[in-house]
């Protein structure tokens, strides 16, 4: 049965762990607003990023970019086991900032796999560290010094993008209108109003820009949401309306294929505070 587990830190905000025992599911297109750096412990995974796909073999290390589009799947049948340490952008641009002593934003891991047994062991201690109970100031010690390996190791200067067209900007339009109106039924009609593109225009250059179609992109938005109605403990099939998907089956259904299980199982793991 697929399982995963998500553990937080009352000492580390914007830090957290995503553990996958067994997992067999195929991650659709998406993005990280975080940095995601893991471990496959069993098994091997799939990660491709436009046509480039990179095989990360068990016990192997490896990262993914905020904001980079990728999908991930398993390397076999039987499933793979991983854990991922993910650093929200803020909490990574002060360790950063920190370690290299230079622009945050400039740091950009070029590809995902890291064959880097040293950096392995490191991080496991970390992880075992963090797992472990201990003081915040030990725990943010061990997390910097893993850090400063892995950045001082592999990261590079992120390359320049290219100059903007008009195009970005109704983009940023369309995303902004998403987040504001996650909960009603969007129309690609309307997104392309509000955008000042045609249909097609904004689709092909949603695509483009953010990685993801705009319905992607709007599922994953609600998926969000709906996570932190969860944890403070709403209802599911009301969580499944409030953030606009037709049912609780369809909740159901898109929670597991982006979060990796369903709905309730999540629920039982982080049951609300009391």
Same mark, same amino acid.
């Given at each position: ?33 975080a ?27 490896f990262v993914?970019?905020?904001?980079e ?5 398993p ?18 641009q ?10 945050p ?5 070029p ?9 392995k ?28 390996s ?8 992120a ?11 109704a983009?940023?339009?369309?995303c ?7 909960g ?8 392309s ?7 097609? #225009?904004?689709? /092909?250059? !949603?695509?483009? =820009?953010? $990685? &993801?179609? @705009?319905?992607?992109?709007l599922?994953?938005?609600?998926i ?15 969580v499944?309306?409030?953030t ?5 089956? #369809?909740f159901? /259904?898109? !929670?597991?294929? =982006?979060? $990796? &299980?369903? @709905? ?11």
């Amino acid at each position: 049965m697929d399982r995963v587990r998500f553990t937080t830190w009352a000492g580390l905000p914007g830090v957290h762990l995503v553990q996958g025992f067994q997992v067999k599911n195929r991650f659709p297109r998406h993005v990280h607003a975080a940095l995601c750096i893991g471990i496959v412990e069993r098994g091997s995974r799939f990660i491709c990023q436009g046509k480039k796909t990179t095989v990360i073999p068990e016990q192997t290390l490896f990262v993914i970019n905020p904001g980079e589009p990728h999908t991930c799947a398993p390397g076999g049948p039987e499933g793979h086991s991983y854990r991922v340490l993910c650093l929200n952008l803020e909490k990574m641009q002060d360790l950063s900032g920190q370690i290299a002593e230079k622009i945050p934003q400039s740091l950009y891991f070029p590809t995902p796999l890291l064959s880097d047994p040293a950096l392995k062991l490191k991080m496991q201690q970390c992880l075992a560290d963090l797992e472990s109970p201990q003081a915040k100031l030990e725990q943010e010690e061990k997390l910097l010094s893993f850090l400063a390996s892995l950045i001082m190791r592999h990261a590079k200067p992120a390359p320049t993008p290219p100059k903007l067209r008009p195009q970005p900007a109704a983009v940023v339009r369309a995303c902004e209108y998403i987040r504001e109106n996650y909960g009603a039924n969007l129309a690609l009609q309307h997104l392309s109003r509000v955008a000042g593109l045609s249909p097609f #225009h904004l689709h /092909r250059s !949603f695509v483009k =820009i953010m $990685g &993801i179609s @705009p319905h992607d992109f709007l599922v994953r938005i609600r998926i969000e949401k709906a996570l932190k109605l969860l944890e403070k403990g709403g209802d599911m099939s009301e969580v499944a309306l409030d953030t606009g998907f037709v049912d609780q089956s #369809h909740f159901s /259904r898109c !929670f597991k294929r =982006i979060i $990796g &299980i369903p @709905p309730g199982r999540y629920f039982r793991l982080h049951p609300p505070p009391r």
